[in-house]
């Protein structure tokens, strides 16, 4: 029989019949469990879920090993700092100072002209170094110049150039010699010997004061010589003569030098007017001395191994031209037929330059000859 649907009322009391009699009706509805039907078809999504939190991404460890990786890479290649710097940046730090190793120079020794200019070139390492600005300096000054690596020379000597960056420094040595533009015009073949009884002044053929009325005469002579054990200062003999011998003493054109059997001196005159000690006794003129004499126009000078080379003095003579050659050991003669005051010794050197030799130069030669 089917089941009958009871209605009961609050407060009804429930007996144990009634109880059995609704189990056995939910019991008989229920029946026999039938055969499983067919899938039916997917039902549409549902909406998307909240977005979960991000992770982690590169850990602590992992951003070291790659900005070490950019930091060598910004080492061989100076144009990868600013992409490095941006990283670091990024993943919250601060640009890297990367201090400056070494500084190079092209080259540690240099040597050039006055006036004249070489570059050095200076290597900062490495590469990425934060400070690499090159400051330039030269001590001591006055021998030459620097200026973003190109150095140029002042005046003779030895100066040092360094090239500082970051706190590391490099330094060249600099050498600046003297551009001479003295022209050698003589130069004494070979030691030679003169003799006053032989009467062998040396001509060397040289008429320096030739033109000096028009043109400006400018000479350096230098000479190496002794006077030998039979020279006698009483005979006035001539040491250096281009002179024309006008009988008057009081108008001597040209220069000479003669030594005094009065003060036992030999000096040197130009045109009238001397004042240059050469050798101060005779027993220096007998000993190995080397001499210096300088015309410059109306001025003149000249010293010795014994003599200090002296200021320049200035001849108020009248400047004329001169025709005779210049002669060593002996004067020659107005007409210049013959060859008188001779001088006996050794000549071991001469040189004479047209132009003047620099005072350092002269003060070498007089100190160590060459």
Known sequence: MSYVKQNFVDGQTLTAAQLNYMEAGIANAAGTQGEKGDKGEKGDPGPAGAKGDPGEGFTANAKALLLNLFENAAYKTNTMQPTLNALRAEWGGSAQEVPVQSVSLSAVTMTLNESESKTLTATVLPANATDRAVVWSVLPTGFATVA????????????????????????????????????????LPQETVLSAAAKTGLDTGLKLL??????????????DAKAGDAFDANTWPAFLHCLTETGDTGNLPGFNSTSSPLNKKTE???????????????????????????????????????????????????????????????????????????????????????????DDKVNDYIEKGW
Do not use: M
């Not at 000597?157 to 003297?178: D, L, M, N, P």
């Not at 000096?212 to 230098?222: N, R, V």
């Open 268 to 358: 040197f005159a130009y045109y009238n007017y001397g004042g240059v000690t050469l050798s101060d006794s005779i027993e220096h003129f007998k000993t190995r001395t080397r001499y210096a004499v300088q015309i410059d126009g109306r001025k003149y000078r000249g010293g010795s191994t014994y003599c200090p080379l002296t200021e320049w003095k200035t001849t108020n003579g009248t400047i004329i031209d001169v025709p005779q050659t210049f002669l060593i050991g002996a004067a020659q003669s107005a007409d210049g037929s013959k060859k008188q005051q001779f001088w006996s010794g050794t000549l071991y050197q001469c040189r004479v330059y047209k132009g003047l030799l620099s």
């Open 210 to 223: 030739e033109h000096a009325s028009t043109e400006t005469p400018q000479y350096t002579i230098l000479l």
């Open 148 to 187: 973003n690596g190109v150095v140029t020379g002042s005046k003779a000597g030895t100066c040092t150039v360094t090239a500082t960056a970051g706190g590391k420094s490099a330094q060249c040595v600099v050498t600046v010699a003297e551009v001479e533009t003295a022209q050698l015009l003589y130069s």
